[in-house]
């Protein structure tokens, strides 16, 4: 589908399926479409051409609340004067369902985020990690066929979001409903992902397992995006490696002659320095340089190592390491040089 808004085009032929029951993250910048892909799920807006099937039906024109899906949004507003249990009853109230049946399922949502016992208090009594649990409570007491979840976790802090990423990824599961969920973090979208679409512009660029999109990443975006490459670009040779300055790099496939990049990961690039161990494994590929930078990042050193007037970064595990300006010798196998488009 494509969707304009006057005259930007914030969706430009978007086409993606997602299964019953998966969990489909959509990754991207700020401004790729995200919200957008959302709001025509869930009816708030109609595409400006193409076609939205949900659980095998086409669903243009029918309103929001007609559709199969419940939505929550980053900013959630939970009705301040009214308690959790309350909060959480009010779309079945509207339903006009039998007491005993609101109380039964309310009682339930609010056992699934482990809010069980705070029924009767108020918003403003809860913490913003509890907020948030209310307003799922609140989505998932409708028992939605999909969810649709926009940057859900984007209020809380560091700690408590990686314990929800958690407790969400375990709810889905068990609820076996299908959650798409929009989100411009990386890690959260590695984390919990059964697919993830990488998006850019309006479109989707790649989708793929967090360790498809991650490990053969299709373009440089994709690479770029998800953690660091280093982008090697250089010519295809006549040996079918790629010619890098004065190397002839193996990659992961035979390559034609021609300007071709190819992505490789910093952790993906063993280290040799004057006193080091050698390097366990196979390395097609060994190059030498001197080390240009040094960070230690917690988990390990990130190096800038300078080959041949060009500029490679390694991650490091924690432990001994080359100093600054030390002759290194860096190894890496041609099955993590990832032939990636432009
Ligand atoms: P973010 O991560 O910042 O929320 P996003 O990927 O969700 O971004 P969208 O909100 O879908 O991006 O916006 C996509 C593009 O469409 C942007 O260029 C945005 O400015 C534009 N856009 C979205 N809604 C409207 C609107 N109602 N009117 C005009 N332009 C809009």
């Excluded at 032929?13 to 995200?34: A, Q, V, Y």
């Excluded at 800038?304 to 010798?329: F, H, I, K, S």
Aim: hydrophobic share 40%.
């Amino acid at each position: 589908m494509s969707k304009t808004f006057d005259s930007t085009e914030a969706l430009n032929d978007l086409n993606l399926t997602i299964r019953p029951g998966e969990f489909l993250t959509l990754l991207g910048p700020s401004g790729c479409g995200k919200t957008t892909t959302l709001r025509l799920l869930a009816g708030f807006e109609e595409p400006t051409s193409g076609e939205i099937w949900l659980a095998g039906r086409p669903v243009q024109g029918l309103p929001a609340y007609k559709r199969p899906v419940n939505t929550v949004f980053q900013h959630y507003a939970l009705f301040p004067h009214m308690t959790v249990f309350d909060n959480v009853a009010f779309g079945l109230r509207m339903q006009r369902l039998p007491a005993a049946e609101i109380r039964r399922r309310v009682a339930q949502a609010l056992e699934l985020v482990r809010l069980g016992d705070l029924g009767n208090r108020r918003p403003q009594e809860l913490s913003g990690g509890q907020q948030q649990r209310v307003a799922l409570a609140r989505a998932l007491v409708m028992e939605p066929k999909v969810l649709l979840l926009d940057e859900p976790l984007g209020a809380l802090d560091l700690q408590l979001r990686r314990a929800m990423q958690v407790e969400l990824r375990q709810l889905q599961r068990r609820l076996g409903a299908t959650f798409l969920y929009v989100t411009h973090d990386q890690e959260e979208a590695l984390a919990m992902s059964d697919r993830i679409a990488v998006m850019r512009g309006g479109r989707v660029e790649q989708v793929g397992t967090p360790e498809e999109v991650y490990l053969r990443p299709a373009t440089r975006f994709v690479a770029q995006f998800l953690g660091e490459a280093n982008l090697l670009e250089g010519e295809g040779a006549a040996s079918g490696r790629l010619r890098w300055g004065d190397y002839h790099l193996a990659v992961d496939r035979h390559l034609q002659p021609g300007r071709t990049t190819v992505a490789l990961r910093p952790e993906q690039v063993r280290v040799r320095w004057p006193g080091s161990a050698a390097p366990v494994g196979p390395a097609e590929n060994r190059l030498h340089g001197i080390v240009a930078e040094r960070l230690f990042v917690g988990t390990g050193t990130r190096l800038v190592v300078e080959v041949a007037g060009r500029r490679l970064a390694a991650l490091l595990p924690a432990g001994p390491g080359p100093d600054l300006g030390d002759q290194v010798e860096l190894c890496f196998s041609a099955e993590h040089c990832v032939v990636v488009a432009p």
